[in-house]
């Protein structure tokens, strides 16, 4: 096992980085969960074949190995206890006249602890144009024109380069000078127009030919989509239970259907359970009463039907429920400063799946917007109020263990 402090990559890419600095496949690097590229981030992996010795203090652009010692197992998706976060936040008094920013930041945070974090899907979930859930609902409805679109044309403002010279040339209709311009890590795209080029007019069999590990993130990016609808109507009141809720107890993925939610308030107060939404799919434990009608009223405005999870192919989901809400552990503020001015460090850890973005979103008001850089290159969290917080990421997995 080896722990790498990354900044500025994804984990996809760290990995890639290392195999090739080892002289392994990147096959042989086992991982728990991905790390955030727009984070200073510390994670565990294991690399199969190597010795420790030959992968101590190895550095390559953007990551550094901080040490490596033998392990039994290869780390799988899922081992992952959870992870811990340490983030500045700056600004907090700008524009306040009673200078109260850092103790209204310590009661937010406290509020947090006390009621637990929305689990909403991030925007990484979304891919980089945010529109992998749309793309998902496409297949799944059989609108593979749109899909196809979607996939390699509709050129927007997150385009850039090359990208944006194939988009363009797709939605010209110019395919061959579409195919030539995407760059060799857009394989599906890429397939795509090679197919049509090849005058394939079965745009179904051309789309759910594609790689299945893609297909499987387009449907659950659709999936998730639908679970933050279901979570943004029961916000804020995520700790609330209502007549017919699907709960999950805070120590298992387990649980139970709640006929009359007055009957079990009290232990969503004392956080021993949560009510969860819906990863729709064929085997999804569905809700009863109130619960079932407001999620059956987010199927319905999203034209999709559970049916459509259940199909079998690439596209076929089980389906699971999600807690709307997690705990928010071992959770600080300090104040300090530097040579940027003053700060407030905040320190939690949030259990796996949970976004540190959720926690900021609530911590302020939910005007955070993007990573953007300071004048000395420090990637920062931009804000709509000229705020901004700069952040760092550990992960806490281990292999053969997972909580």
Same mark, same amino acid.
């Given at each position: 096992?080896?722990?790498?402090?990354?900044?500025?990559?994804?984990? &996809?890419?760290?990995?890639?980085?290392?195999?090739?600095?080892?002289?392994?496949?990147?096959?042989?690097?086992?991982?728990?969960?991905?790390?955030?590229?727009?984070?200073?981030?510390?994670?565990?992996?294991?690399?199969?074949?190597?010795?420790?010795?030959? !992968? *101590?203090? !190895?550095?390559?652009? %953007?990551?550094?190995?901080?040490?490596?010692?033998?392990?039994?197992?290869?780390?799988?998706?899922?081992?992952?206890?959870?992870?811990?976060?340490?983030?500045?936040?700056?600004?907090?008094?700008? %524009?306040?006249?009673?200078?109260?920013?850092?103790?209204?930041?310590?009661?937010?945070?406290?509020?947090?602890?006390?009621?637990?974090?929305?689990?909403?899907?991030?925007?990484?979930?979304?891919? &980089?144009?945010?529109?992998?859930?749309?793309?998902?609902?496409?297949?799944?409805?059989?609108?593979?024109?749109?899909?196809?679109?979607?996939?390699?044309?509709?050129?927007?403002?997150?385009?850039?380069?090359?990208?944006?010279?194939?988009?363009?040339?797709?939605?010209?209709?110019?395919?061959?000078?579409?195919?030539?311009?995407?760059?060799?890590?857009?394989?599906?795209?890429?397939?795509?127009?090679?197919?049509?080029?090849?005058?394939?007019?079965?745009?179904?069999?051309? !789309?759910?030919?594609?790689?299945?590990?893609?297909?499987?993130?387009?449907?659950?990016?659709?999936?998730?989509? @639908?679970?933050?609808?279901?979570?943004?109507?029961?916000?804020?009141?995520?700790?609330?239970?209502?007549?017919?809720?699907?709960?999950?107890?805070?120590?298992?993925?387990?649980?139970?259907?709640?006929?009359?939610?007055?009957?079990?308030? &009290?232990?969503?107060?004392?956080? *021993?359970?949560?009510?969860?939404?819906?990863?729709?799919?064929?085997?999804?434990?569905?809700?009863?009463?109130?619960? !079932?009608?407001?999620?059956?009223?987010?199927?319905?405005?999203?034209?999709?039907?559970?049916?459509?999870?259940?199909?079998? %192919?690439?596209?076929?989901?089980?389906?699971?429920?999600?807690?709307?809400?997690?705990?928010?552990?071992?959770?600080?503020?300090?104040? %300090?400063?530097?040579?940027?001015?003053?700060?407030?460090?905040?320190?939690?850890?949030?259990?796996?799946?949970?976004?540190?973005?959720?926690?900021?979103?609530?911590?302020?008001?939910?005007? @955070?917007?993007?990573?953007?850089?300071?004048?000395?290159?420090?990637?920062?969290?931009?804000?709509?109020?000229?705020?901004?917080?700069?952040? &760092?990421?550990?992960?806490?997995?281990?292999?053969?263990?997972?909580?």
């Amino acid at each position: 096992m080896v722990e790498i402090a990354k900044r500025g990559i994804s984990t &996809h890419e760290a990995i890639q980085r290392l195999a090739r600095a080892a002289g392994v496949r990147p096959s042989a690097i086992g991982h728990a969960g991905l790390k955030d590229a727009r984070a200073v981030a510390v994670q565990r992996l294991t690399v199969a074949g190597v010795e420790p010795r030959r !992968l *101590e203090g !190895l550095e390559q652009p %953007g990551l550094v190995v901080s040490w490596a010692r033998r392990t039994r197992a290869k780390l799988q998706p899922g081992q992952t206890r959870g992870n811990r976060f340490e983030l500045v936040v700056r600004g907090l008094d700008e %524009g306040d006249a009673e200078g109260d920013g850092l103790a209204r930041l310590e009661a937010g945070l406290a509020e947090l602890a006390r009621r637990g974090v929305p689990g909403w899907f991030g925007a990484q979930r979304f891919g &980089h144009r945010g529109d992998s859930g749309r793309i998902g609902a496409a297949l799944f409805t059989e609108r593979y024109d749109d899909a196809v679109d979607m996939i390699c044309g509709r050129p927007g403002p997150h385009d850039h380069g090359r990208v944006l010279e194939a988009r363009e040339a797709f939605a010209a209709g110019d395919l061959k000078g579409a195919e030539r311009a995407w760059p060799r890590s857009y394989r599906d795209a890429r397939a795509v127009c090679r197919a049509l080029l090849r005058g394939e007019r079965d745009l179904g069999r051309v !789309l759910l030919g594609l790689d299945r590990k893609t297909l499987r993130l387009f449907a659950s990016a659709a999936q998730s989509e @639908l679970f933050n609808a279901v979570l943004a109507r029961r916000m804020p009141d995520v700790d609330r239970l209502i007549d017919g809720d699907v709960v999950r107890f805070a120590t298992s993925n387990s649980g139970f259907v709640v006929e009359r939610a007055a009957d079990e308030q &009290h232990r969503a107060d004392a956080f *021993e359970l949560s009510p969860s939404g819906p990863m729709f799919g064929a085997k999804e434990q569905r809700p009863v009463g109130a619960a !079932l009608e407001l999620e059956e009223a987010v199927l319905d405005a999203s034209g999709l039907e559970r049916e459509d999870f259940a199909r079998r %192919g690439p596209l076929y989901c089980a389906g699971t429920r999600r807690p709307l809400r997690f705990m928010v552990e071992d959770a600080q503020v300090e104040a %300090g400063a530097d040579d940027l001015g003053r700060f407030a460090r905040l320190t939690f850890a949030l259990g796996p799946g949970v976004y540190a973005t959720s926690v900021l979103d609530e911590l302020s008001g939910g005007d @955070l917007v993007e990573v953007e850089r300071d004048d000395q290159g420090r990637e920062i969290l931009g804000r709509t109020s000229d705020r901004s917080m700069d952040g &760092h990421d550990r992960d806490a997995s281990e292999a053969g263990t997972a909580r």
